[in-house]
């Protein structure tokens, strides 16, 4: 709460009032019932539109403001009982914040702005040049620590900010808007880097923004702020596929799904599958058995072989075939889990079979038919595909796409058809 009068704000707010009816305190009441806990190594984004508190939370998590009630918890201690001695420490050792707008020194060097964290903390000047140069090129930097911020178009100069964060390391780093002034293409650019870096280095983030894709393309987990309140708080595909209100809702209506949806949210389980020990008969038994008319070859480790096609099947059967060897396609369109559903479509319409989606191990942990995917573009459209307590359903759309040979427009627009009549 801003104002005089903050504590009788609280009262009166935790007494179930609203924010019109404390009017007369002259309080601003920017933070009012957020609660949250972030695992490390998370990527938290807070989301939420101009105004809604953003920036007064996440100054709230460093000390830069303390909360006129509640508490916040680092590593179990309450940083709101710090003396403002041990606050300074904790910015320093295990808390760095990157701004929106780079708040770089104009007069000093990239490499002096990037280790400014490690000054403050009194590293020595050698080590701290040392771990900014590190950070500097963690940020694709290099050489340009000689520079002055003026010199960097917004892009470099945000990864300035970034590797003051990283040189600092710190567990914690808190991130606000710290992406919103920069053009869209540089941002991308930005987010991708974020995440990579993030891969390796498995810093615990708060990310805030007011761009809802950026918060999905982030966020391990987002929490969704009205004037000061959550309004959700779950992952990208939680909020997408069941906002928990009509403000949620509407927010998400205008999300490119395909972005945000992943090969293993929206992939169904592998079935039926055929062991490569099996002769074709057994191979032909099965699709009939499953109403397909092709399998994927798994072996009973799950890692994935091949699929089959019931034409080649079938006919090596009438010629008396007793192994699947030269009959299984090996060479069939593999997609990792978290292949962005938008990046699918180009597989799904070139490939005779659903898409397997394979991890990191070469096992087969789901597949994708083409009508799946389209599924997902709709709203709620990943339930929809799940086939709740229709078990003709996924039987049927497999058989429609599996072994249809490749041509994406005609076999799109029958599948498509096809789903809206059973709905
Ligand atoms: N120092 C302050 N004194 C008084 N009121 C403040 C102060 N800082 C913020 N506020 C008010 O608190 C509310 C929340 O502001 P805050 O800056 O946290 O929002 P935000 O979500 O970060 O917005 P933006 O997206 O514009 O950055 C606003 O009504 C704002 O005017
Ligand atoms: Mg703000």
Redo the contacts with the bound molecule.
């Keep these: 709460m801003?104002g005089k009068r903050a504590t009788r704000a609280v009262e009166l707010l935790s007494d179930g009032r609203h924010r019109g009816e404390i009017g007369h305190l002259n309080v601003?009441a920017?933070v009012i019932d957020v609660s949250f806990e972030v695992k490390a190594g998370e990527i938290f984004v807070v989301m939420?539109l101009?105004?809604?508190?953003?920036?007064?939370l996440i100054r709230m998590l460093n000390g830069l403001l303390e909360p006129t009630a509640g508490a916040v918890e680092i590593d179990g201690t309450d940083i709101t009982e710090l003396s403002s001695r041990d606050l300074r420490t904790l910015r320093s050792k295990k808390v760095s914040m990157v701004f929106q707008h780079f708040a770089l020194f104009p007069h000093r060097t990239v490499l002096e702005n990037a280790a400014y964290g490690l000054e403050v903390r009194g590293v020595p000047r050698e080590e701290r040049r040392e771990k900014a140069a590190q950070a500097l090129e963690l940020v694709g930097l290099e050489g340009w620590g000689d520079h002055v911020p003026q010199q960097l178009s917004g892009g470099m100069q945000q990864r300035v900010g970034l590797a003051r964060a990283l040189a600092a390391d710190t567990d914690i780093i808190l991130m606000d808007?710290a992406f919103s002034a920069l053009d869209p293409l540089i941002r991308r650019d930005m987010q991708s880097q974020l995440l990579e870096l993030q891969a390796t280095l498995g810093k615990t983030i708060i990310f805030i923004t007011?761009d809802l894709n950026e918060a999905m393309r982030l966020g391990d987990r987002i929490c969704v702020l009205r004037d000061g309140r959550v309004a959700q708080i779950g992952t990208a595909e939680e909020i997408l596929n069941d906002p928990a209100n009509d403000y949620v809702a509407q927010f998400v209506e205008d999300v490119d799904r395909t972005r945000v949806l992943t090969a293993s949210s929206v992939m169904e389980p592998p079935i039926p599958v055929i062991d490569p020990g099996h002769g074709p008969r057994t191979a032909l038994r099965t699709m009939r058995e499953n109403q397909t008319v092709s399998a994927f070859v798994v072996h009973r480790n799950r890692r994935l072989v091949g699929a089959v096609r019931e034409g080649v099947i079938g006919e090596a059967v009438r010629t008396g075939a007793k192994a699947l060897d030269g009959l299984v396609d090996t060479e069939i369109e593999r997609v990792h889990p978290d292949t962005a559903v938008a990046d699918l479509f180009g597989q799904a319409a070139e490939s005779p079979y659903p898409l397997a989606v394979v991890d990191d191990e070469g096992r087969l942990v789901g597949v994708i038919p083409r009508v799946t995917l389209l599924a997902a573009l709709a709203p709620g459209g990943t339930e929809a595909a799940d086939g709740a307590g229709e078990p003709e359903e996924p039987q049927g759309q497999r058989a429609d796409t599996g072994g249809r040979p490749p041509e994406p427009v005609a076999a799109v627009r029958e599948t498509a058809d096809d789903e809206g009549g059973q709905r």
């Design positions: 801003f601003t920017a939420g101009s105004g809604s508190g953003k920036s007064t808007e007011h």
